[in-house]
């Protein structure tokens, strides 16, 4: 007898056990910043093994100050569309929300946190809501961590400018990032919008300003449209001029490899006299740059070339001040050398450097506090870099950063002018701290390029190409690729105090 009520009580436990629900939890980890509305903070997926009524949502929220949250909003996820279970206040510690009325769960359930971030929220500080549990009848169902950690690190802003999809377009790739004199901030970038794929691909490029740090963005206007394959433009390169002309650097036509003198991917320049809201038309410097007629003897078996997309660089010291430098990877067959393109009447006329890194790829320039220029080039494993003493137009010292093993990227490279703003003068790179394309982060250089210092990671997942800029205010911008998603990139713009950047808050 005693036996058969044992085994009566263990077969009621088991199938107790069996009809548990099982809830799986994906957290968001990535940041977020001020004023955001309806953030994600985390999924949560319900597969029960027969119906039930969820009472209640238990949460823990010991990591977030209830400061930097207006409100909590439980979502309940059909497809592509989200009902309201009910908006909360944040508490503190470990709570309970109860539904307004118990939602019957009879099949698989996805159940959705949001977050409205507060405009004075606390740069650094983390949105850290975690689920403990799920009431059902009375008894507590714990959840199992499907992906993520539970927090959204507060940033002064992050915006998407473009996801896939938006303006009719697949894609949207290469960022560049600039501060202008009245204090807006100019972004531009290709818009891909069939394929992901480069040039000889029918590609756009696209131009948005913002007035408010980054905050809000105006419509895209173009720059150039492409008409069709082999008719389509990419890689913007952007820098301002001492008169305050913008110049937009970039490449079209024909693909890199297949570019021939008879079928060349060609070279172009537009510019801007009112902050990027009107654009001349592409002007061709083809014939300046490679090919019989190259400014320089050097280029003249050149057979292509291209711009290193992001920020182009105006100098501000000694003899040179006014010179608009680009650098540009050009070269014979498939074998790619570093060059700058520079011209000394704002873009007007242009001419080509000697080598100034063979074997390199991408590249940016920034002036050093003693007025020579010095190169950052892309590799896979070690950075490389070159010096110049003469505005550009002959460089040595080839070297490389043993600080930046990383995979064979685009970034950037600029100053941040303590002179200006107070602080430490530095350099910054910002580059994916990875041999695969994730983790973009920035390094900092406080002794002029010579050693680099520990980086602070900006986008933990898969991300790319990015560019940065110094805000009129001292604050830092980068406008940057994400794509945790297979093959699609978005593009984002990350505003921060550079407290925060330079603070040891990575965890």
């Known amino acids: 007898m005693r036996q058969f009520f044992l085994l009566a009580l263990l077969t ?14 994906k957290y968001d980890s990535t940041f977020t910043g001020r004023g955001n509305a309806a953030e994600l903070l985390f ?21 977030t100050s209830p400061s930097d949250v207006d409100a909590l909003h439980i979502m309940l996820v059909h497809g592509d569309d989200e009902h309201s279970l009910g908006t909360y206040d944040l508490e503190y510690g470990t709570f309970s929300y109860k539904l307004s009325s118990p939602l019957e769960i009879s099949r698989e359930t996805l159940l959705r946190v949001r977050a409205d971030i507060s405009d004075a929220a606390v740069e650094g500080n983390k949105v850290a809501v975690q689920l403990s549990a799920i009431n059902v ?6 959840p199992v961590c499907d992906g993520g950690c539970c927090r ?7 915006k998407r400018l473009y996801a896939p999809g938006d303006y009719g377009s697949r894609n949207w790739r290469i960022p560049a990032l600039m501060s202008l004199p009245d204090g807006s901030l100019l972004a531009v970038n290709d ?7 480069d040039l000889p691909e029918d590609i756009d490029i696209v131009a948005r300003r913002s007035t408010d740090n980054g905050r809000t ?4 206007v173009n720059i150039a449209v492409g008409q069709g394959y082999k008719k389509g433009f990419g890689d913007p390169a952007l820098a301002l001029t001492s008169g305050g002309d913008v110049i937009c650097v970039f490449v079209g036509g024909n693909g890199l490899w297949a570019s021939t003198p008879e079928d060349p991917q060609c070279s172009y320049v537009s510019r801007s006299s009112d902050g990027g809201a009107t654009w001349s038309a592409p002007e061709s410097i083809t014939s300046v740059l490679w090919g019989l007629n190259a400014a320089n003897p050097q280029c003249r078996q050149y057979s292509y070339s291209f711009f290193g997309s992001g920020n182009g660089l105006t100098l501000k010291k000694g003899k040179y001040a006014g010179r608009v430098l680009f650098a540009a990877a050009m070269g014979p067959a498939k074998h790619l050398n570093n060059h700058a393109v520079y011209s000394d009447d704002g873009g007007v006329t242009w001419n080509v450097s000697d080598l100034a890194f063979e074997g390199g790829d991408e590249a940016k320039m920034v002036e050093l506090s003693d007025g020579r220029i010095l190169m950052s080039v892309r590799r896979t494993g070690y950075r490389g870099y070159s010096l110049s003493d003469d505005g550009g137009v002959t460089w040595h010292s080839q070297g490389l950063w043993p600080e930046m093993n990383t995979n064979a990227c685009n970034g950037d490279m600029i100053r941040y002018p303590a002179s200006a703003y107070g602080g430490t003068d530095m350099l910054l790179h910002s580059i994916p701290n990875s041999m695969d394309r994730r983790n973009v982060s920035i390094f900092c250089s406080y002794d002029e390029g010579k050693t680099w210092c520990s980086p602070k990671t900006i986008c933990p997942t898969k991300s ?3 560019s940065m800029t110094v805000l009129n205010d001292g604050t830092l911008g980068i406008y940057v690729e994400e794509n945790p998603e297979p093959e699609d990139c978005s593009l984002w713009f990350m505003n921060f105090s550079m407290d925060w950047l330079t603070a040891d808050k990575n965890e």
């Open 191 to 197: 818009k891909r919008k069939y394929t992901e794929t």
């Open 137 to 142: 009848a009375g008894s507590k169902i714990l």
């Open 217 to 220: 963005w105006t419509e895209p």
């Open 43 to 63: 999924d949560a997926v319900i597969c029960p093994q027969e119906a039930f009524f969820l009472e209640s949502l238990e949460l823990d929220s010991k990591m």
């Open 464 to 466: 790319v190409y990015s």
């Open 12 to 25: 009621v436990s088991i199938g107790l056990m069996a009809a548990e629900p099982v809830v799986k939890v």
């Open 152 to 158: 959204r690190e507060i940033l002064l802003c992050r």
